[in-house]
């Protein structure tokens, strides 16, 4: 039982955007009312964004039926986000991958980003929402207990590649396994074949999930330019099985800021 005004910890399935979310909500619980919150707004980033639904302010725009200043807010600042990882990522990360607008190489995680905040602002401190494999956690999974995020491997169905160990840490992964070589290099048109998956460890998705698109499409530029990006890791898997992981991961763990006044560590754990 819980005492008057608390309440019990959560659980939530939910498809949306393609894929499926879970939101894990630890002690302290939070008002259900929070999570319908949560769901209520994942569905209205789909309506807005997706490329599949015609009716989606993104789709009217990429048709030139609609002007960027006549969407909401949301879109103009999800464009100009875009606009800045391009600069960013030397033209690896592209709102138009296919020749189209699309900027969903951003907006899954940036929504996930927000729905984290929005149970934060709700009184959750540690929780976990995962869109597809895509994951912001906070706080912790318990008690002294960090979270852990399995890394599917590329290569062996159901098998997991290695293990992230933190507290207050987003994880993001691209690769082949569930959509086909689907990450183009906007440079040549092509999807490079240096990786089969790359998975990126920072503090927010919505730059880790982008970071994992744009270092993706460098193909074998992909460990050196992550190496250069403040707060961020990654593991890499090659086609043949080999895998990589940058000097953050160095003898297994790596410093991350944290909460203030606590330095958690991030782990990874090789299978």
């Known amino acids: 039982m819980t005492a008057a005004g608390e309440f019990a910890a959560l659980r939530q399935v939910e498809q949306c ?18 999570i319908e919150d949560v769901v209520g707004w994942l569905h209205w980033v789909d309506a807005t964004f997706s490329t599949y639904q015609s009716g989606s ?16 807010a949301e879109v103009g600042d999800i464009l100009g986000r875009c606009e800045r990882l391009r600069r960013h990522t030397s033209g690896y990360f592209s709102a138009y991958p ?7 190489g951003v907006v899954k995680g940036w929504a996930i980003e927000q729905a984290s905040e929005r149970l934060r602002r709700a009184g959750s401190t540690n ?4 869109g597809g494999g895509d994951v912001q956690c906070a706080g912790d999974a318990g008690p002294g207990r960090p979270w852990r995020v399995g890394i599917a491997h590329p290569l062996k169905v159901g098998d ?21 070589r689907h990450v183009i290099d906007p440079h040549t048109g092509r999807s ?7 998975t990126l460890v920072g503090r927010h998705l919505s730059d880790v999930d982008a970071y994992a698109t744009a270092a993706f499409a460098m193909g074998t530029g992909a460990r050196a330019w992550v190496e250069q990006q403040p707060g961020v890791d990654g593991f890499g898997v090659s086609p043949d099985g080999q895998t990589w992981a940058t000097s953050g991961f160095r003898g297994g763990s790596v410093t991350a800021p944290g909460r203030p006044g606590v330095h958690p560590r991030r782990l990874i754990t090789m299978i």
Do not use: K, W
């Not at 302010?57 to 909401?72: F, I, T, W």
């Not at 296919?98 to 969903?104: A, E, I, M």
């Not at 490079?192 to 790359?198: I, M, N």
């Open 160 to 180: 997991v590649a290695a293990v992230v160990v933190g507290s207050d840490l987003a994880v993001a992964t691209s690769g082949v396994a569930e959509r086909g």
């Open 57 to 72: 302010q993104v789709s009217r725009v990429g048709r030139g039926e609609l002007a960027v200043a006549d969407c909401v």
């Open 192 to 198: 490079p074949d240096a990786l089969t998956s790359l």
């Open 98 to 104: 296919h020749g189209t607008l699309d900027p969903s």
């Open 17 to 34: 955007m393609g894929t499926v979310f879970s939101i894990d909500v630890r002690s302290p619980g939070v008002d259900p009312a929070a």
């Open 127 to 130: 929780h976990c929402v995962n």
